[in-house]
C-alpha cells in the first residue's frame, strides 16, 4: 500500500505545473528530487505515468487514470482535515499578511470569494512587505501578499500578478511626460523603506535623475497616504505629483478626479507576489487558497 503521500503530491503538482523544473521550485525539492519521487511512484504502481517532453510533459493513459483517481484521494485528505479540525473545535481564522497597496486595494475584490473557499473567517493584516515577511516567519500570518520576495531559505514564492508604477495628480498631466518634466512638479513621496520608493529611486538611477533635487512637499507612510495627499493638494499652475500602483487609483482615473501619466522611454513594472513557508508545502489549505488566488489574478 502506498502510504507515502508525497509522492502523490509531487505527481499532482508535476501534472498541474506540467514540468518538472516548475514543479520543483513550487515544493521547494530539486528537480532531481521530483523525478526520483515520479520514478519511486511508477514503480510502485508498475507502469509509465509520465512522459517528458521538450515543450513540457505528457500523461499516458494510465498516468491519466491514476492522476483522475489521486484528484479524488486529495479531495478526500482536504475534507479529512477539516473534518479532525471541527472534532478537535479548532476551526481556523485563515489569516493573509498583505502589503498596503495588496491589501487595500486588491485583495478587497476577492474577500467573499476567498472567505467561501476556506469555509471560514479570514482575517488580513496590512504593513510594509519586509514587516509582512516577518510575520510570515513567525507564523503569525498563514500566507503573505507582497510586491518583492525577500531571501530566505524557509519561504516559497510564487509569481502572483504584475503591476505597473504610473505618475499621477489632480491636476490635468500630459499622457506621457519627458524625465526632465519632473523636476517642474512638488512631490508627495513613500519612506525610503518602502519597496515602491527603492524601485523608484533605481529606475531614476538609470534616468541620470537625482530625485533628492525634486521639491518635496511631504513624505509618508503608504499607499493611501500617498493617495490622499494628492487629492486634497492645491490645484495650481505647478502639479503635484507622486508615483504609485496603477490599481491604486484605478476608480479615481476613470471618474475623472485624478490624471496619470508615464514617463517616456521608461517603464516602472514590478510583480507582485505570494509566500509561503516551504514546512507547509504540503498544508491542503495553503496549497487550495494559492491554486485559487493564482486562478483568480488580475489581468
Not at 180 to 209: A, G, K
Amino acid at each position: 500500500m502506498l502510504k507515502d503521500f508525497s509522492k502523490i503530491q509531487t505527481f499532482l503538482t508535476v501534472v498541474r505545473e506540467k514540468s518538472f523544473s516548475k514543479a520543483s521550485k513550487k515544493l521547494g525539492i530539486s528537480q532531481p528530487a521530483v523525478t526520483q519521487q515520479i520514478k519511486l511512484f511508477e514503480d510502485y504502481v508498475e507502469t509509465k505515468i509520465v512522459d517528458r517532453k521538450k515543450n513540457g510533459i505528457r500523461l499516458t493513459k494510465e498516468g491519466e487514470e491514476i492522476y483522475a483517481i489521486m484528484l479524488k484521494l486529495e479531495r478526500c485528505i482536504f475534507n479529512t482535515e477539516k473534518d479532525i479540525l471541527k472534532v478537535i473545535n479548532k476551526q481556523l481564522t485563515f489569516v493573509i499578511g498583505a502589503s498596503f497597496t495588496i491589501g487595500n486595494y486588491i485583495l478587497p475584490n476577492y474577500l467573499n470569494r476567498i472567505k467561501e473557499k476556506v469555509e471560514n473567517d479570514i482575517l488580513v493584516k496590512i504593513d510594509l512587505s519586509k514587516y509582512i515577511l516577518e510575520q510570515l516567519k513567525d507564523k503569525k500570518v498563514d500566507i503573505a501578499m507582497v510586491e518583492a520576495p525577500g531571501f530566505d531559505d524557509d519561504m516559497l514564492y510564487r509569481e502572483w500578478m504584475e503591476d505597473e508604477l504610473v505618475l499621477f495628480s489632480n491636476s490635468p498631466i500630459p499622457k506621457y511626460v519627458k524625465k526632465e518634466d519632473l523636476y517642474n512638479f512638488d512631490w508627495v513621496c513613500r519612506e525610503e523603506s518602502s519597496h515602491t520608493r527603492q524601485l523608484v529611486s533605481s529606475i531614476f538611477e538609470e534616468m541620470d535623475i537625482d530625485c533628492k533635487t525634486f521639491n518635496v512637499k511631504s513624505i509618508v507612510s503608504s499607499s493611501t497616504a500617498v493617495k490622499q495627499s494628492i487629492l486634497k493638494a492645491p490645484k495650481d499652475e505647478r502639479p503635484t505629483v507622486s508615483i504609485i500602483s496603477k490599481f491604486v487609483i484605478e476608480d479615481e482615473v476613470q471618474n475623472g478626479t485624478l490624471y496619470s501619466a508615464k514617463i517616456r522611454g521608461y517603464k516602472f513594472k514590478r510583480y507582485m507576489y505570494i509566500a509561503y513557508l516551504k514546512e507547509r508545502r504540503h498544508d491542503a489549505y495553503i496549497d487550495g487558497m494559492i491554486d485559487f488566488l493564482m486562478n483568480i489574478k488580475k489581468v
